[in-house]
């Protein structure tokens, strides 16, 4: 059995050295790159100062979802629904579960995701649409 464990911890070691060097001769790109950049900002502006240029972070809003993140959400609230749920009242449940703050603007973006993925788990024959009330569709799982 050790032999087993100490083959994939190897395995594991190339697997990890291996994602470092490739993140290395990435960051080496990069740092050329931006000698390059520097280099044509010098010809052209001449008097303008590198450090006054703070680096860009992209930070997701906090509404974002990891990768299937949304569809385990949607699913299982409508496991656990006694009835039907319309789109908004899902988007709704989701947002509360999230801990974020229920405003309109989050619960429209809300619901457009909550409503792309309840039509692609539909398209799959996992949940059904039954019948509109006003706006939303009513949603229940497939039994």
């Known amino acids: 059995m050790t032999d087993y464990a100490v083959e994939a ?3 594991k070691r190339g697997e990890i050295t291996g994602e470092i060097a490739r993140c290395q001769a990435q960051l080496g790109k ?3 790159d931006l000698e390059h950049v520097d280099g044509v900002l010098a ?7 590198q450090e006054a240029v703070l680096p860009k972070v992209f930070v997701p809003p906090s509404s974002w979802s990891k990768r299937g993140e949304m569809s385990r959400g949607v699913l299982s609230i409508l496991r656990l629904a006694k009835a039907p749920m319309t789109t ?3 988007a709704e ?3 509360r579960q999230r801990g974020l703050e229920v405003t309109s603007s989050t619960l429209n973006i809300m619901t457009r995701r ?3 993925c309840l039509r692609d788990k539909r398209e799959h024959g996992v ?4 019948e509109e009330t006003g706006l939303w569709l009513q949603w ?4």
């Not at 949940?127 to 039954?130: E, G, K, L, Q, Y």
């Open 88 to 90: 908004r009242e899902i």
């Open 9 to 11: 911890l190897k395995r």
């Open 114 to 116: 909550v409503a792309h």
């Open 127 to 130: 949940v059904r649409s039954i």
């Open 30 to 32: 990069l740092a050329k």
């Open 43 to 49: 010809i052209l502006a001449p008097d303008f100062v």
């Open 140 to 143: 229940e799982m497939v039994r």
């Open 93 to 95: 449940t989701i947002v």
